[in-house]
């Protein structure tokens, strides 16, 4: 499964997914995932996959919610990867960031003027 968002480049950027259940891939969320240092990879611009420099956590604790909180240097690309893998605890994922050097909320509306 892919998912693809648009950031600002160069600003850290934090977000949540769910990690589905090795055992039950179709149907459910992997409740409280182990998560551990080399799970969340990222590459940038097509470079080498290296680990996150903030290991994601499950929050709120017990849940089934994974907060990514990448940095600002992490986000110093014009496309990022992220590459979730923990074998068979919870099945793979790739998460495509796409950055710009501005974002829809930097522009400012043609029918408002500014005095």
Known sequence: MAITSLNKRGYAYTFYIGLMDFANPTTLLKVNPTITAGDFKISKDGGAFTNLTNLPTVTPAGGTAVQISLTATEMTCDK????????????????????????????????????
Do not use: M
């Open 80 to 115: 990022a990867v992220i590459l979730c893998s923990h074998g068979s605890i919870w099945v793979d994922q790739l998460i495509n960031i796409r950055n710009g050097a501005q974002t829809i909320d930097d522009v400012q509306p043609r029918n408002q003027r500014v005095f």
